[in-house]
C-alpha cells in the first residue's frame, strides 16, 4: 500500500508540474517543477492565472484555466504554448481534472512537451509528417521490417536539370530546387502523399503509407495534375527572379509495395519497395515536360472520370508483357487549363539544317552517329520534326549535334518518316 511520504515523494521528483487549486482558483500546492515552471515559491492564495506572465503568447492558457473555473469543468486537456518570465517558450499538454471531496479542488498535470516537439518538427522537415508520426507515435515506428500493402506511387523529375543545373552556381542551383520542392510538397500534403525521398531533382512519393488511403490512386493522379498546375507558378516566380524555367514529367503507378523500415537497429529509413516501384520509375522516365503518364492499374482504381490525351505501351525490364499507360490532363474536378497543356504549332518557312543523331542508352551516348535533319521546330522552341537515317523508337532517348548546339531529346511518336521530338537540354558542344 502507498503511503503519504511515497505520495510526497513521487510529487517533490515529478518531472511533470503538478498543482492543487481551490474552485475559486487560488493554488493550494504547488511542486517543485511547477514552481520552476511558474516562477513561484509555493506561495498559497494567489490564482494560478496570475501567476502566469501576463504576455500576448499566455493568452490561450490563462484563458482555459478561467474558463474551466467559471463553467465549473469537471476536465480540461489542452495543448498550449507557454512564455516564461525570461521569454523561453514551452510546448505544454495540461490536463485539469475536478475532484468532488471536501473542500472540493482541482488537480492540473503539466507535462512539457518541447522537447518532443522539437525532435518532430526536425523529423517532419527532414522526412514527412506522416513518417514523423509512424516513427514517434506508433509500436512499430521503432522497429525493423516491412508490410505489403495496397498503395500508388508518384514519381516526378524535372527534365534537363542535370544540365541545366551545372550551367547554375551552387547558391542559385539550392534556390531554385527549394523552391520547387517548396511548391510541390504543398500539392503533395494537400492529397494525403507521404514523400519518401528527393532524389536529385525528382520527387519519390506514396500514396497509402503509413497512413491508410482507400481513394489512394485518385489522389495520386489528382496531385500530379495539380502539380503540372502548380509549376505554371514556379516558373512565373524563376522568370521575375532570372532563373531559368522547369520542365517536369510524372508517372503513376498503382499496386502492392512492401513499405516499412529498412535498414539496422544503427540507422533506419521508410522506405517502399516491389515490382510496383520500379515499374512506375520506368514509367516516369518515358515522360516529356509538362506530362502526367499513369499506369493501366492505376486507371483502373480511379472512381471519377478521367481525361485521357494518349495511350501507349511499354516494356518494363522484367516484365514478360508489354503495360499499357495513359497521357492524362484532368481527373474529376482538377484538370490543365488550356495553356497548361502540351501542345505543338510549328514555325512556318523554316530553313532545314543537317544534324547528326546519337542513340542514349541509359546515361551514356553511344559514339556511333547517324546523319539527320531537323525539318522545323515549334514556335516555343521545344519540340522539332526529325528525319533521321537511323529507325528511332518511340519514348527513347537521343542526342543531337546541330550547328554549336548539342541537344539531349525524347522520341515522343512517329509521323510518316519523321519524328517529333521534344528538346530536354541543350548546350554548346565542348570539345
Not at 22 to 48: C, D, H, M, Q, W
Not at 62 to 67: G, S
Not at 273 to 292: D, F, I, K, P, S
Not at 337 to 348: F, L, S
Request: proline share 3%; net charge negative; hydrophobic share 40%.
Amino acid at each position: 500500500m502507498i503511503g503519504p511520504d511515497q505520495v510526497q515523494y513521487f510529487l517533490t521528483n515529478s518531472e511533470d508540474s503538478i498543482c492543487i487549486i481551490s474552485t475559486s482558483g487560488e493554488l493550494l500546492y504547488t511542486n517543485p517543477a511547477a514552481e520552476r515552471l511558474f516562477g513561484i515559491s509555493g506561495e498559497e492564495g494567489v490564482k494560478i492565472w496570475n501567476a502566469i506572465p501576463y504576455v500576448e503568447g499566455n493568452d490561450d492558457l490563462i484563458q482555459m484555466f478561467i474558463d474551466s473555473i467559471m463553467n465549473k469543468d469537471t476536465s480540461q486537456e489542452v495543448i498550449v504554448d507557454y512564455w516564461n518570465t525570461e521569454g523561453k517558450v514551452y510546448n505544454l499538454h495540461v490536463k485539469m481534472t475536478f475532484f468532488k471531496q471536501d473542500p472540493p479542488v482541482y488537480l492540473i498535470v503539466i507535462t512539457d512537451l518541447t522537447q518532443l516537439f522539437k525532435v518532430n518538427s526536425a523529423l517532419v522537415r527532414y522526412t514527412s509528417p506522416d513518417i514523423a508520426d509512424y516513427a514517434l507515435m506508433t509500436a512499430e515506428g521503432q522497429k525493423s521490417g516491412g508490410v505489403k500493402k495496397s498503395v500508388t506511387i508518384l514519381m516526378s523529375d524535372l527534365r534537363g536539370f542535370t544540365v541545366l543545373g551545372s550551367k547554375l552556381s551552387a547558391e542559385t542551383l539550392i534556390t531554385v530546387l527549394n523552391h520547387y520542392f517548396e511548391a510541390m510538397v504543398a500539392v503533395i500534403q494537400k492529397y494525403g502523399g507521404t514523400v519518401i525521398e528527393f532524389l536529385g531533382d525528382g520527387i519519390f512519393t506514396v500514396f497509402g503509407a503509413p497512413k491508410d488511403l482507400p481513394d489512394h490512386a485518385t489522389r495520386a493522379s489528382k496531385c500530379a495534375v495539380e502539380m503540372q498546375k502548380a509549376l505554371k507558378q514556379v516558373n512565373e516566380w524563376n522568370k521575375e527572379n532570372g532563373y531559368p524555367t522547369l520542365e517536369m514529367g510524372i508517372a503513376i503507378n498503382s499496386g502492392d509495395a512492401v513499405v516499412g523500415n529498412i535498414g539496422s537497429e544503427k540507422k533506419m529509413k521508410y522506405g517502399c519497395m516491389g515490382a510496383t516501384v520500379n515499374t512506375t520509375g520506368r514509367l516516369e522516365g518515358l515522360t516529356v515536360g509538362g506530362q502526367v503518364f499513369i499506369s493501366e492499374n492505376t486507371k483502373k482504381e480511379i472512381e471519377e472520370f478521367v481525361s485521357v490525351v494518349s495511350e501507349g505501351k511499354f516494356l518494363p525490364k522484367g516484365s514478360p508483357v508489354e503495360l499499357t499507360y495513359y497521357e492524362i490532363d484532368g481527373v474529376g474536378e482538377v484538370h490543365l487549363d488550356d495553356d497548361e497543356k502540351t501542345t505543338i504549332t510549328w514555325k512556318e518557312d523554316e530553313a532545314v539544317s543537317d544534324c547528326l543523331v546519337y542513340l542514349i542508352e541509359g546515361k551514356t551516348v553511344v559514339e556511333e552517329s547517324f546523319k539527320g535533319r531537323m525539318l522545323k521546330t515549334s514556335d516555343n522552341n521545344r519540340f522539332a520534326l526529325l528525319e533521321s537515317e537511323l529507325v528511332l523508337a518511340p519514348k527513347i532517348n537521343i542526342m543531337i549535334r546541330k550547328d554549336d548546339d548539342v541537344i539531349y531529346a525524347k522520341v515522343i511518336k512517329q509521323e510518316e518518316s519523321n519524328y517529333v521530338v521534344c528538346f530536354t537540354a541543350i548546350s554548346k558542344i565542348n570539345i
